[in-house]
């Protein structure tokens, strides 16, 4: 099984692992699922927006990263016992709204909340990429240095596919949430 080979309570980078396959492991492992797509966010109010949107939390949600902790933490631990968790965080920004200071406070709150978990000895672990802007302007995309010839396209091997930029459909075709982040259910808990 993929997380047993990952240990807990982490937060890194999501380099060889694919949103799918963390997806799967998930759901094999008995444990909560939770997918923000980000491209599309620029700001780090977006950002958490975007985050809040994604993980259904409830419509009095202080859209700060104080209040992403609380959901993340208290509110979820006071609704029941919890089997774990697998964040992914896919494509966060990196622009001059959303530059590497915010991105690494972003990065603490679920550092902090891995630490939350850790001390309740529940699983948490987040994945997450980044988007550059080499990857906007199209600079990834392979040069020849030979002369120019017809060219054969051949399809990036789904590990590569998700390197050079995410996969925008892989949402889709997500459920929309596990039951404990139902927000009735945080509703009922508080």
């Not at 008995?30 to 419509?59: C, N, T, W």
């Not at 979820?76 to 530059?99: I, M, R, T």
């Not at 690494?104 to 997450?128: G, K, T």
Request: glycine share 4%; proline share 7%.
């Amino acid at each position: 099984m993929l997380l047993q080979n990952i240990r807990p309570n982490v937060v890194q980078a999501i380099r060889a692992y694919r949103p799918e396959d963390l997806q799967q492991a998930a759901a094999q492992a008995g444990q909560h699922f939770l997918y923000a797509h980000l491209a599309d966010a620029g700001s780090k109010q977006e950002v958490v927006e975007r985050i809040a949107e994604q993980f259904m939390f409830p419509e009095h949600f202080g859209k700060n990263l104080d209040a992403l902790y609380d959901c993340m933490t208290d509110l979820v631990h006071k609704s029941g016992p919890q089997p774990g968790f697998v964040v992914v965080l896919e494509l966060l920004p990196d622009n001059a709204k959303f530059d590497r200071e915010s991105r690494e406070q972003l990065l603490d709150v679920f550092r902090e909340a891995a630490d939350y978990w850790s001390d309740r000895r529940i699983q948490f672990r987040c994945f997450y990429s980044c988007q550059y802007p080499a990857q906007e302007a199209g600079i990834w995309e392979s040069r020849s240095l030979e002369p120019a010839s017809p060219a054969i396209e051949k399809p990036l091997p789904k590990s590569a596919a998700n390197k050079a930029g995410g996969n925008p459909n892989f949402g889709l075709n997500l459920p929309l949430m596990c039951s404990a982040f139902d927000t009735s259910a945080w509703l009922n808990a508080a």
